[in-house]
């Protein structure tokens, strides 16, 4: 593959960039609405979640097809019509009637959503050569963070004051702007067609054979625990911080911006803590900060310390997944889109499972012992991930 030009290479990941920011917002938009969508329609909080863990259900299951269409099709390809489908699902899912209408349409923008981030990566493997790919890797992972942050709040401002419609319109407004964006530049800069790739059903065959690969599963297994852990706990943390630090819905969710705050400052000096720190010891620092995160999240009773909580989980969650984002673009370097959407649906299916154990303890007021328990877990992971960075 003929290497970009640094003006060109920086076009691309500005549009990607814009993409992912989209994308994350989209994802964690639902989090802060929780309580109000519960109260609009009439069911548990627990019952609420399913916009939540459905997207990250689809999501995960959509990356099993996205690898495969990336590897044959071009990956920047697909993922334009990945941010069309967004464009035109969020826009549909404003017009929801009922909870059962919202989480299907939620369902389908997992669908669509799937094909953004993860090729992004897998783009970045394909151009990047390893000694500067953590570094890029993190300047996307600051559009997400950025993007993250801007869901987390907008989704409990447009619940509160603007009606939660509005937001699912202001994401399709983003997702077609980004489209567009990403259409023009691969009109004027056309890249190189991955047309010589196997053919799909090929492509099939290399996700079973990845699978058998032992190093692989270890990626795959670690990432999956990692989703349960912290993603599926993200998802009730600004219920949390409503129920039991007492804040409105539009302030929780400002707090959890914190989150990203934590994983914006990571990202924007992920090049100094990597030669502070080294693999291993930004796994093990980001596993302790989570750890500690959860634990003052789940037992605090002041606002800053929910606020301190929030910072030290993003912190910690992005040092340790910047690290295993790295493991993926290289177990697998000739099915690079396949490995690393693999990378993505494992986590994803672990989200949906943290989202779906969690949703039990909502309902009965646990949330204190399941970010407990999730801490305890991190501990382990963070062992796992500390053995596994050190064998290359």
Known sequence: MTPLTPHLESQYLKVLGLAGFASMAAMRIGDPMLVVLSEEFQV???DASAVVSVYAVVYGFSQLLYGPLGDRFGKLRVVSWAVLACALFSAITCMSANLPMLVIMRGFMGMAGAGIIPLAMAWVGDQVPYERRQETLAKIMSATVIGMMSGLWFGGFAADALGWRSAFVVLSVLFSVAAAMLWRLLRRHPLASACDAPGLWASLRTTGQLLGMPRVRWVLSVTASEGALVFGSMAFMPTHLHQHY??????????MMLYGVGGLFY??????????????????????????????LAWGSA????MLACTLTGLGFYMLHNTLQVQATQMAPAARGTAVTLFASSLFFGQSTGVL????????????YAFTAAAVCVIALGAVVYRLVGRH
Do not use: H, K, P, Y
């Not at 007492?246 to 707090?255: D, F, K, Q, T």
């Not at 000096?269 to 634990?295: D, K, Q």
């Not at 606002?303 to 929910?306: D, E, P, R, V």
């Open 44 to 46: 548990s909080t627990g």
């Open 246 to 255: 007492g804040l409105s819905v539009v302030a929780a969710g400002s707090v």
């Open 267 to 296: 990202s924007q000096m992920a090049r100094r803590w990597l030669a502070w720190l080294g693999e291993r010891g930004l796994v093990r620092t980001g596993a302790g900060l989570i750890v500690s995160g959860f634990l003052l």
């Open 303 to 306: 606002a800053w310390q929910g």
């Open 357 to 368: 154990l969690m949703a039990q303890s909502v309902d009965m007021g646990w949330l204190a």
